[in-house]
Each structure stands twice: as C-alpha cells, then as structure tokens.
C-alpha cells in the first residue's frame, strides 16, 4: 500500500509538472475580439434588479474574498464544513457563448478581461505550455520526490504577508474554487490524502508557489478519478452549474438535451433565437406528423474523461463567479494573478485530458470530448480562447487537440438541417474558433487551411459534388432550403393539409432569417481565413476550384450528380457577395481574366461577345508576348471576377430550375385535368387501369413539385439576395460600360466604330447573365428593381440596344429587348417607374427608336434553325415597345424623322406586311381545323362510330391547332394594332411608291381570306370587284362599321375600279408589244451592280424607288423563303435570291 501510494505521488507530480510549469501569464493587456460572440458574457459584477448598479461588497466579504467559513469550522481550515453552497449559485454560471439577458450586461473590467486577450506579446507565448506534450516523455522523468521543487523564495512570501490578502485567505479562496480540501473530509469538497499527509509531514516543502500548488491540487484530483475504477471523487460535489444535462441512452452513450429553464442553464437559447418552435406553431405540421420539440439533442461519451472535464469546466467558471461577487478585491493584482493562474492551470489539464496523457492517448480519428461542450455552447467565457492561447505555440499538441473538434464539428453539421436550429450550434462554434487571434495570427484558421481534406483534387468526373461532400468547408456550405438537396424541410413546413398562404408567407419568412443566420456563420469563417495572411493564398485557391469545377452547372443541360447542389452554390455565393460588397471599382483589372496568373479557368471555347476564336487566339498571343502588360492580381480584382462567375453558376441555374419546374407543374396540372376530363372515355376500356396509375401519379408527383417550389421560393426568391445580386451585377454593368466608353457616365451613342479588343473578347454570359436576371426579377420579384442601380441597369440597356454592331450574337440582343419587353406597364405593371426611366433616357429618345426598327428587320436572319419562328416572337417584343414608345411625346419626333427619311423604315414596313400575311393566313387555317373538329364532336353519333385511336389523334391534333392558334393569332394581333396605329398617326410614308402596292396587296388577301371558304392557293393578290361588293354586304349585316364608314369605303371601291379599268385598257394596249422594246429588271443589292444590261439600250440605271420595292420582298414570293431562279427571259436569266 505504503509502494502504491509512493508510486502515485511521482506520477502526480510529474503530471502536475507537466501541465502546470510553463504558463506564464502574458505581460500585455488581453481582451475578446469584438467580433466574437463569446464577449456576450465576460465577467463582471451581476446587475441589480431592474438594471440597478450592483450593490457593494460589505466589508467583512471585502477583507476574506467572501472565504468565511462557518463557526464550527477552523480559521485555518482550507475548506471547511460548510464552505460556500455552490448550489445556490448554480444559476450564475457563466457560459462562454450564453445569451442570458444578465449575462449581456456585465461589464469588462475584471482581471479575466486583462488575462483573456486574443492579443499576446510573442514573447511572452513562447514561454506558455512548452512541455505540454504528453508524448515528449512522461514516463521517462527520472525526478526524486526530493529534488521536485525549489524553496519558496522569501521576498515573495514577504511580498504576500504586507499584502491587504493574507497567504491562509488565499489557500482558502484556492481551495474554495477547486472545492478541495487537505484537513478534513466533508461533503461537496474533494478531500486530497496525498496532499493532505505532505502537509502533515512538512507544510514548508509542499509547493514552491501558488502555481505549483493548483497544479499539485487539480494533478491529484485527476489522479484520483482515473486510479478509482468504481470510486467517483467528483459524486459528492454539487454542482455550481451545469455543463450537460446528461441522460442515459440505450446505447450507453450520454444524450445531450439542452435544459428548458433558461435561467438554469447558461446555455438557454437566447430569448431572441429562432427556435424550430416557432415554426411548428403556425400550424405548418400536418398530416399525421408530429412536430418534435426545439430541444437540441448531442451525445457524449461516459468515461472518466467527461468527469474530468466537467470538473474543470466547472472550476474555470467559478473564478468568473468569485469575480463577480467580490469584483474590488479581485482586482487587486495578486489576486487577479492568483485567479488567472487557476484558470491557466485549469486549461493545462484540459489539455492534458483532451490529449488522454492521463488515461490513454485517443486517435485523431476520435471526436473531442469537448465537441459536445461547444455544441451546448456551455463553456465558460474565454475557455476556448485560453485553450487556444495555451496550446497554439506547440504545434503536435494544438493538432492533437483541435483537428478532432473540427472533425466533430463537420461530422455535426452534417446531421443538421434547416428543420430545426441545430444546425447554428456548429456554425457558431466553428465561426468563434476561426475568428480567435493573437497579433496578425489566427491559429485554428491555419489549422483548417492544412488539413488534408481542405481542398482536395478530383477524383472523378464529378468534380463539382466531390468537393461540396469532400472538402471541410463543404459540409457547413451544404446547408440547404431546396428541396433536392434536403427533403426533411419541405417534408415538415410545406407538407400539412393546414397550410395556408399567410402560413407559408410567414414559414418562408423565418426559413430565411435561417438562412441568413447561417450564411452569415459561413461568411465569418472565410473572411477570417483570408484576414489571415497565412492562409489567404489557400483560401483564394479553395473559392477558385469550387468555381472551376462547376463549370458545367451553367450549362442548359447537366448531370445533377456531377455538380455542386444549388443551395451549396447560393451559400458561397452570398458570402462572396459580402466579401465584394465594399470592393472600388477603380481597384479592379478588367484583364484579369485573360491574365497568367488567371486562377479562373475560362475555355477558348467559352462564346466571346464579338471575338471569334480566331481572333480571340490571335489577340491572345499578341498580348502575353509582354507580359510588362500585366500587374500583379490584388485581392479586390479576384474578388470580383470569382463573384461574377459564382453568379453564373449559381442565382442563374437556380432561376432556370425554377421556370422548369413552374413549367412541369403547369404541365402536370394540364394532364390531370384532361385526363379527369376524359374519364368517361377511358373508365370502361381496358385501358382504365393504366388511366387511373397515371392520374395517381401525376397527382403525387404534382405535390412534389409544388412542395419544392415552396422550399425554391424560400431560398430563390429572398428579396435581400436578389437585392444583393442586382446590386453586384450593375457594378458590372460599369465596369463593361468603362471598357466600351471610358467617358462613363458621360458616354455618348454611337460608339466608337473600333470595337476594343478587351471587350470582344469578353465571355458571353458577362452580359446574358444579367438579362437574364432581370427577367427573371421582373416576373416573380419585381419590387426589387427599385433600387438606385437602377439608373447604371437602364443606361446599359439603352447602349447596347443601340450598339448590335458590339455583340455579335442577335439572340442576345434580342434577350435585352425583351427585358424592355416585360418591363413595360402593360405588361409588367409594377415596373411602370423603371419602364419610365428608360423611356425619357437621353440616349433612348434619340437612338431607341432607329436602333429597334433596324434589329426588326435584321432579326430575319439569325443564323439558327429555327430562326423563321424566332423572328415573330422578337418582333411581338419590339411592337409592345414602339407602342409604348409612341405614346411618350419626347419620342414623336424621332418617329416622324425616320418615317420620312430613315434608312430603316421602308424595310421595317415590308417586314410588317410579311408577317400580318403568314400570321393571319397561319390562324385561319388552324381556326378552320379547330372548327371543323368541333363539329365532329358534336354529332356525338357519328364521332362515337370512329375508332377510338382515330378520336385521341383528332383530340390531340385540336390541343395542338388550339395553342397554334392562340399563338399566332396574338402576334398577329399585336402586327395589326401596329398598323393601325402607324396608318392612323401619318399616312405619307405609306403612299411611297415601294410601299403602297404591297400594302394594298396585303389587304387584299387577308380580305380574301376572311370573305372566302377557301384558301387563296395562287397566292394572287389582284383586286376583285366583287371582293369590295362582299366586304361592304358583310359589314352592313355584322353591323362592325357605321353607314358613313361604310359609304366612304363604297366609294374608295368605286374609284379603285375606275384606276383598275384604265390599267387594264393600259396592259392589253401594250400587250402585243415586239420583245425588242422590253427590259428586264433583275433585283440585286445595289453595292453588287447599281445597273443592269438591256437588249435594246445596253445598261439601264435601276431606281431607288424600285430597288426598295423589289429588295424588301423578293424573299417572300418563295414558299419557306428559298431561293428561286425565274426562267430565262431574252439574253437573260433572272434570279431571285
């Protein structure tokens, strides 16, 4: 027995050592970092009830540190019978991140602000924990019991006996802290018998210094709970607070649930948290399921490890709350160091423990113990903070310590979803670690930035998924609202049969304050990492490779597995818009992207706005060949440019979901009503089964897409991110519009007529992507367009609409006009103010109008297959405009000037007449098949004796005239109105020669067409008398028209008879003419050939006039546009082409 105890002193003493020897206080001030959540509770005297200051000390308290002891027990009883009941103070304890109302309050100015301090003098680090390291050979100190310490030194013992706290005052305030005591056993202290026999044989010898002696005290209780297998030294105590409300679980593990009574526990969830509660309230729970509580459930492991670090948890804590209740005594300095020397010492052993130097080494691969803590966010004020300052200098011990918490706190966050709060716990605790700094250094972040899963290379083709599910960060970016990357929020807030629209309006309301709370988390993580010089390059490295490998996510078409999910993408990007939001333009190199040193990989392939890629590689060449060129890439320039291309792979695909899915639904919705409709076709078939397995599961895949656009419309349609988004994007618009002007904002239309190769050779998306935005925010969000940015979004628009020479791409010119498109009122209504600004721009009044009539007629060939199509959908757009247009008065004469000379106009007219000819043409023939299926339909005998295959393609073929029909019928609806309002306004550029025979051609046909039961197949468009006569019959009869307007159509038939009589006698008078007094015109553009070769006279001028007429129609006579070769006639054969 006599060998054992022996035996256990030397280890305790080597331990203590050890874990105690080498913490010197540093010589500096400290203090938390402002930005750290755990400055909620530093320490300080507890206010009074309702705010009042604190009440003094009394003065017995003052002189003995509040260390009385009761009558019974003896003055010089370290702890005595009845000590302190710490019971009574359970309520007081201090939680490093508590949100306790009283705790917010306390002020910093006690000792534990000026020993906390996340800015230490270096040199005074070196000195702290350098044995720390338990491997460095414990076992192996070879130190006699009487060689262990020096003599105490005699001027410090004098320096404590003038002292105003005697040497046996603070053994007791010691002992009071650690609840320990070597006199005599008693309940709620731990009695230590080692200590307690060295006193017995000689007081002066047991320690050299206070140090000495809490390592001693805190090294022999540890020992005792790891050498009693069955005995727990720490069962008798009560406790002052409570770190874990521990219960058992039938997997002998320890399940975490965070105490109900705030005031209880120092880790209550702050009166102002979002808790899952709150959400369930509202009713959003139905079905069946039941809504589980907001209690935060984690799991620890039992072992004697957890009960050490419960009790030095505890004892780090009661030093703040000996603070606070004696706030003037504790700050004098020997006392204050006295305080701060526990605290250290504390913290040494719970290195010591978390390292298992005093049971058995645990594996990197092992949770921390201390996991479970933080995610309870029940640690002291400054426990992670001293932890860190303790053991940061020694780099085996600081990894040994730290990379299993941050493993823990990954494996943590995976667990989490946005159905509870859980997941702020480790956001939280991850953000506090990274944001913890000594001088210019952040540790943890360095710590993060080396593990080897930081930012690994690919393994497979699915770059993009790989690094969201391999990478640290991934897996605290990976929170998501979507209902494709986490069903369980869709599942609990949009699944209930109670859902109702204020419901889901106040649901997606909280979901976004989530998501806001937890991107913010994310953006303190990085932001602390690139603060950190050390691990700003790392960090640039990791943001580019999650942007280079989701390339593919901006494609049309893309596997989903291969890629980063959207809500991934939405969360990097909101934290790189907080990263760019105070980024100066001037500060940022539009070359970046084509420099060497680019981290962005954009493909050669990647379509240029006007560079081919010829010419891209050509300018390429040319410009790497000086690299003198070049400056070197600042942080504001990749800043930048990886948050435009992050909103290229992220906000738009996400839009693109979204219409697709809007799309699916309306298709869904549409199948299930025709196929309700049709019951009474199909229920008795034998195909009715099959009928009834459809409509079940399109009504169960309807609900799924309807539950996914209520978690897409949570985290897409956030006004605050769209609001960020647009913001970013009309910085970009400045930056394009320097490279194309740098006047900018004095920039003057035209351009210059010399494109800068810098802006050619920019990626395509720099501008779609933001057309594309904004329809997509003027659709589903248009209040967010008023914004100040507007104005930038406005003068952009205008210039490149005016500047089609600049892109080379008429689709993406196209997608600018439609932005016009729907923001006008009368089609977007909310948009009136932005459609306003765009109309009255000074650059719009003089050049919009030219500019849209010239890309009317352009727009006929585009260059894709499907461009015959296209063409009438852009033309709706342009129409909608200029009827808008035409009725601002600022734009009256920009129309006059090119109705009467523009270059434009006479084209744009041909184009008209065009398309009001095949649009009407195309709507009556499927008007015709919609009505003589109709008919069909409603001689039930007959349409009940054709086969039932012969049925379903009739029905399928009128679904299909009846959205043709609607179709075209509004296009060509919108051509009319345009004519009309044009013919109405000015009649003289109409009567140009060129003109005014197609027009009334135009008329004519589509006359023929409606008066006639059969299609004019000759295509001929000559007058007929008769035509006249049946128009004025049908309208007399219809009643569309008053008889006056019906007189003056009368007569302009009468008069158009006599001129048709007089051409008539005209034609057979000079019908039989000999062929040497005919001439050819052949119609070709006039820079080919301006003349043309005669029979007779040799070459003959072709007028202007009949150049016009000819140039703008010759397309149209050929069916489908092709090219056609008319005969020879004489010497000549004429083609049209």
């Not at 390339?551 to 597995?561: E, H, I, L, P, R």
């Not at 523009?902 to 184009?911: E, P, T």
């Not at 299909?960 to 306004?985: C, G, N, P, W």
Request: hydrophobic share 35%; proline share 6%; net charge neutral.
């Amino acid at each position: 027995m006599t060998l054992y105890i022996c035996s256990f002193k030397i280890r305790r003493r080597r331990l203590a050592r050890l874990a105690g020897g080498q913490t010197s206080q540093p010589s500096t001030p400290l203090s938390t970092p402002l930005t750290s959540p755990q400055r909620e509770t530093p320490p300080g005297p507890l206010p009074g009830p309702s705010g009042a200051a604190p009440q003094p000390v009394p003065p017995a308290a003052s002189q003995s540190l509040g260390l009385n002891v009761h009558s019974g027990t003896p003055a010089t009883s370290p702890m005595g019978t009845s000590g302190v009941a710490y019971g009574s103070q359970s309520s007081e304890g201090v939680s490093s991140l508590s949100s306790s109302p009283s705790n917010s309050l306390e002020t910093q100015s006690q000792s534990l602000s000026r020993s906390q301090s996340m800015d230490i003098d270096p040199a005074s680090c070196e000195k702290s924990m350098s044995q720390v390291d338990v491997d460095s050979g414990i076992e192996n100190m070879e130190v006699e019991d009487s060689d262990r310490r020096e003599k105490r030194n005699l001027t410090e013992k004098e320096t404590s006996a003038n002292s105003d706290v005697s040497e046996e005052q603070a053994l007791q305030l010691i002992c009071k802290i650690l609840r320990v005591s070597w006199k005599e056993q008693d309940r709620d202290v731990i009695f230590l018998p080692s200590l307690a026999a060295e006193f017995h044989q000689n007081p002066k010898e047991v320690y050299s210094d206070f140090k000495d002696l809490i390592s001693q005290i805190l090294m022999e209780v540890l020992m005792m709970s790891t050498q009693s297998r069955v005995h727990n030294p720490f069962a008798s105590l009560t406790a002052t607070s409570q770190p874990i409300a521990a219960a058992k679980s039938p997997d002998h593990r320890l399940t975490l649930v965070q105490p109900s009574s705030q005031g209880g526990s120092p880790m209550g969830p702050s009166a102002g948290s979002f808790g899952a509660s709150s959400l369930s309230s509202l009713g959003a729970c139905g079905g069946g399921m039941s809504c589980e509580s907001a209690s935060d459930r984690f799991t620890i492991e039992t072992c004697k490890e957890t009960e050490m670090l419960n009790y030095l948890i505890e004892r780090f804590d009661s030093v703040g709350m000996e603070e606070r209740k004696a706030p003037k005594m504790c700050s004098q300095p020997n006392v204050s160091q006295l305080l701060s020397n526990i605290r250290s010492q504390c913290i040494s052993h719970v290195a010591l423990v978390l390292q298992g130097a005093l049971t058995q080494p645990r594996s990197p691969l092992q949770q921390s113990l201390l996991v479970p803590y933080m995610l309870c966010r029940n640690l002291p004020y400054g426990f992670i903070q001293e932890l860190v300052r303790i053991t940061h200098q020694e780099d085996e011990v600081f990894r040994q310590i730290f990379i299993p918490i941050l493993h823990g706190l990954a494996l943590a966050v995976k667990e989490c979803s946005f159905d509870s709060d859980n997941f702020k716990f480790p956001l939280m605790a991850l953000a506090e670690l990274c944001e913890i700094k000594f001088g210019k250094t952040h540790p943890v972040c360095n710590l993060v930035t080396s593990l080897p899963l930081w930012c690994p290379k690919p393994l497979s083709p699915g770059c993009g998924r790989e690094i969201q599910r391999l990478s640290y960060l991934g897996a605290f970016f990976g929170l998501s609202v979507f209902a494709e990357d986490d069903t369980k929020v869709g599942d609990k807030y949009f699944s209930g049969p109670a859902i109702t629209m204020e419901n889901t309006r106040v649901v997606s309301q909280s979901l976004q304050h989530y998501l806001e709370s937890a991107r913010g988390d994310m953006f303190k993580v990085l932001h602390n990492i690139l603060l950190n010089s050390e691990t700003r390059e790392l960090a640039l490295n990791y943001m580019a490779a999650l942007v280079n490998y989701n390339v593919k996510k901006a494609q049309m078409q893309t596997d989903d597995k291969l890629v980063s999910t959207d809500g991934f993408m939405l969360n990097f990007l909101w934290v790189l818009q907080q990263l760019s939001m105070k980024i100066k333009l001037e500060t940022v190199d539009p070359y970046y992207i084509f420099h060497p040193r680019c981290r962005l990989v954009v493909s050669l392939e990647e379509t240029r706005l006007k560079a081919t890629m010829d010419e891209l590689k050509a300018w390429l060449s040319e410009l790497h060949k000086d690299p003198a060129k070049f400056t070197e890439p600042k942080f504001p320039t990749e800043c930048f440019f990886l948050t435009l291309h992050t909103h290229h792979l992220s906000i738009l695909p996400g839009c693109r979901r979204y219409i697709r899915r809007l799309r699916a639904i309306r298709e869904l919705n549409r199948t299930v009503e025709e196929l309700k409709n049709s019951e009474s076709q199909w229920k008795d078939s034998p195909l009715a089964s099959r009928h009834r397995e459809m409509l079940k599961r399109c009504k169960t895949q309807l609900k799924k897409l309807v539950r996914a656009k209520a978690c897409a419309d949570v985290g897409l349609l956030d006004e605050n991110l769209l609001r960020r988004c647009l913001q970013f994007y009309s910085t970009v618009i400045q930056l394009i519009l320097r490279m194309v002007d740098p006047t900018y904002p004095n920039i003057n239309l035209p351009l210059n007529p010399e494109i800068p190769k810098s802006f050619a050779a920019l990626p395509e998306f720099y501008i779609e992507d933001v057309a594309e935005f904004l329809l997509f925010v003027v659709q589903y969000s248009p209040q967010v367009l008023y914004e100040p940015c507007v104005q930038d979004i406005v003068t952009f628009l205008v210039v490149f609409i005016c500047s089609q020479n600049y892109i080379r791409n008429p689709y993406l010119i196209a997608k600018l006009v439609e932005v016009l498109f729907v923001t006008n009122p009368a089609v977007q209504p909310r948009t009136q103010r932005f459609s306003e600004m765009m109309e009255n721009h000074p650059l719009s009044v003089k050049h919009l109008v030219p500019a849209l009539m010239k890309f009317y007629t352009d727009v006929e060939h585009t260059g894709a297959t499907s461009e015959f199509y296209d063409k009438f959908t852009i033309r709706y757009h342009i129409s909608t405009i200029f009827k808008s247009l035409w009725q601002n008065i600022a734009h009256h004469g920009t129309f006059m000037e090119e109705f009467n000379s523009g270059k434009q106009f006479v084209r744009y007219i041909n184009m008209l007449i065009n398309d009001t000819t095949f649009l009407l043409d195309e709507s009556l023939e499927s008007l015709k098949r919609i009505h003589e299926v109709q008919e069909e339909m409603k001689n039930k005998e007959q349409w009940e004796q054709l086969p039932r295959e012969q049925q379903q393609s009739r029905q399928s073929q009128l679904t299909q005239d009846e959205r043709v029909s609607r179709s075209y019928l509004a296009l060509a609806t919108e051509t009319v109105e345009m004519f009309h309002i044009l013919t109405k306004q000015v009649q003289k550029p109409f009567l140009r020669p060129e003109l005014g025979p197609r027009l009334a051609a135009m008329l004519n046909f589509n006359l023929q067409q409606l008066l006639t039961s059969g299609t004019c197949c000759s295509l001929q468009r000559s007058y007929s008398r008769e035509l006249f006569e049946e128009v004025i019959s049908k309208m007399r009869k219809a009643g569309i028209k008053s008889s006056i307007a019906i007189e003056k159509f009368k007569l302009l038939s009468e008069k158009v008879e006599e001129i048709v009589a007089k051409n008539s006698q005209s034609e057979m008078d000079y019908s039989d003419a000999p062929d040497e007094f005919k001439e050819y015109v052949v119609c070709v553009p006039p820079l080919i050939l301006r003349y043309m070769k005669s029979p007779t006279t040799g070459f003959i001028f072709v007028a202007p006039e009949s150049y016009c007429n000819n140039l703008v129609t010759f397309q149209h006579r050929a069916p489908r546009h092709q090219t056609l070769c008319i005969g020879l006639h004489g010497k000549f054969r004429l083609l049209v082409f």
